[in-house]
């Protein structure tokens, strides 16, 4: 049980920063009037891009677009498509390279498995819904948890400084360890969108006095937004870089960065199938094309 309640310490970091991000889009709602930099409020427009954020639940689409996922011993470029039911993905090339055949194989049979597996399925479907669940925790701690002072403008963004709120007490492990934060964040001025986020852990977190882990102190992350269309932001770049230990010892160590660009908008309806169709199409297309490129070399 105790180590359940802490499983595993790095996902909650992951979770707390990448959650906030993982919703596709925003509704659309008014536009406001860029107030006055010298009267600006911050608290008051944290809780208005909170409410944005919050609200953007309401009437987000759906994308198709391509990652490029980098960690310590690779370069994963993948393909994503989002739907109701949580994203389909397939990997499409590593370090650059177009997959083997025998990668290719292994795609195509843990695609067609996902497809005639409703655990699976359902699996994906709950993740995703613990997603949106979390990005609403979360959005609602940040006019709360932190203090932020105004640091002027950059380019179209309001730049805040944050730091930890003493008064605010956190109630969960994943208040927590986002409350052990500081740094910057960026709202776009005419949407009140959030538009970047820099932070840093200031001091380690200790589970159970530190026997149970500990994240170190140190830990850092850069996210920036992009407006994708007239009424969608989305995450194009995610940095996350932090190190400490799990229970028993065992060294958490994470260093990634991913990108996402190329957004296409997806039919609202478009189901898992639909989806896995979509990437199908797209790498037997692609992987065409690379190969008359490789035989007029």
């Known amino acids: 049980m105790r180590n359940s309640r802490i499983r595993p310490i790095v996902v909650y970091l992951i979770a707390v920063i990448s959650g906030v991000f993982a919703a596709s889009s925003a509704p659309g709602q008014d536009v406001r009037k860029i107030p006055n930099a010298a009267t600006l409020n911050p608290e008051q427009l944290i809780r208005d891009t909170v409410y ?47 997959l083997t055949a025998q990668r290719r194989h292994d795609e195509d049979v843990r695609l067609a498995e996902f497809l005639s597996d409703s655990a699976k399925q359902r699996k994906v479907r709950e993740q995703y819904l613990e997603d949106e669940r979390r990005i609403e925790r979360i959005m609602q701690l940040l006019p709360i948890a932190f203090l932020y002072q105004y640091e002027g403008m950059e ?33 776009n001025a005419r949407w009140k969108r959030l538009a970047r986020l ?63 660009f190329g957004f296409r908008e997806v039919p609202r309806n478009i189901t898992l199938s639909d989806a896995k169709r979509m990437l199908d199409s797209e790498y037997t297309v692609a992987r065409d094309v690379s190969s008359r490129r490789s035989a007029l070399r």
């Open 52 to 98: 944005n954020e919050l609200h953007d639940h309401e009437g987000h689409g759906y994308w198709q677009y391509t990652i490029h996922k980098k960690t310590a011993n690779e370069l994963m470029s993948l393909e994503q498509v989002e739907t109701k039911s949580g994203p389909v993905q397939r990997l499409i090339a590593v370090n650059g390279e177009p």
């Open 155 to 187: 380019g179209d963004n309001y730049c805040l400084s944050f730091r930890p709120n003493p008064a605010f007490h956190p109630p969960t492990i994943e208040a927590r360890v986002f409350h052990a934060m500081q740094g910057k964040v960026y709202v």
């Open 198 to 260: 820099d932070g840093r852990l200031m001091d380690n977190i200790d589970f159970g006095y530190g026997l149970l882990g500990r994240l170190n102190k140190g830990g850092w992350f850069n996210l920036d937004r992009t407006r994708a269309n007239e009424t969608d932001w989305k995450t194009e770049m995610l940095e996350i870089h932090v190190s400490g230990r799990a229970v028993l010892f065992k060294t958490i160590a994470k260093d990634t960065r991913e990108e996402r």
